[in-house]
Structures are given as structure tokens and as C-alpha cells.
């Protein structure tokens, strides 16, 4: 298994330009429109950075039919270099904090959030 061992995740969403815009505007960062296979109508999505070439996950924003957004189940924490950063966007950005910022002890700090779509995330940071 390699270092870290997830290459890939997808945060289902309903409505992907409001899920678009509240990741860019909560991360600081630009989501691309990715192709999409052939045949594939009713499938959009939206990538975050990445680089194909480097160890470790990025991911997207899926728009899918029979998939919807979850608020249960697996969380993806999105690395920070302080939580409070992005955590301080949330509310304004149309999402709301479940847990704000809280220490870990020696493996750093971390924020629970709900997007948006009504995923919920984490966020990790280590100060």
C-alpha cells in the first residue's frame, strides 16, 4: 500500500454551481469542469486541484443520477494550513460548522462542517 493509501474521493451534490462556488470560495482555490466519458448525459463533474503524478488523494464534485449528497458515513478531512481559515468561510459561503476547530493533542487540530448540499467534511490542520 502506498503511503496514503487513498487515490481518489466524490462529494455527491444536487446542485453543482452552488456546490462549485462554495468549495472555491471556502478553499481559496479554482474547481475545473472535467470530461466526462461518452454517453455519459447526466453525469457533470467538477475537479479540485491535483497532481496525477504525486501520492495521496484529490478528488471532485459529482453531479449523478441516483446520487445524492450524504451528511452520514465516510468524512473527507481536507488538509489546512490552520482550520479557523477556511472554518471562518463557512457560514457565509452557505454551509454551516458542526464542530468548530478543536485540538487532537499531538496529531493537530480539526473542524467538522456541513456544505452546502448537506455533505459533511472535516478539516485537519496542525496549529
Given at each position: 500500500m502506498n503511503k496514503n493509501p487513498v487515490g481518489w474521493f466524490e462529494i455527491y451534490v444536487d446542485d453543482m454551481e452552488r456546490a462549485h462556488t462554495f468549495y472555491e470560495t471556502v478553499f481559496s482555490t479554482t474547481l475545473e469542469k472535467m470530461p466526462v466519458p461518452d454517453g455519459e448525459k447526466e453525469l457533470v463533474m467538477h475537479s479540485f486541484?491535483?497532481?496525477?503524478?504525486?501520492?495521496?488523494?484529490?478528488?471532485?464534485?459529482?453531479?449523478?443520477?441516483?446520487?445524492?449528497?450524504?451528511?452520514?458515513?465516510?468524512?473527507?478531512?481536507?488538509?489546512?494550513?490552520?482550520?479557523?481559515?477556511?472554518?471562518?468561510?463557512?457560514v457565509e459561503a452557505g454551509g454551516e460548522v458542526i464542530q468548530s476547530k478543536h485540538s487532537l493533542g499531538e496529531f493537530g487540530f480539526m473542524s467538522l462542517l456541513k456544505d452546502c448540499e448537506g455533505n459533511v467534511i472535516g478539516l485537519h490542520s496542525m496549529k
Open positions: 486541484p491535483m497532481e496525477m503524478t504525486e501520492f495521496g488523494a484529490s478528488g471532485a464534485l459529482v453531479k449523478m443520477a441516483g446520487y445524492g449528497p450524504a451528511s452520514a458515513g465516510t468524512i473527507v478531512y481536507f488538509m489546512s494550513e490552520d482550520c479557523t481559515t477556511e472554518e471562518s468561510k463557512v
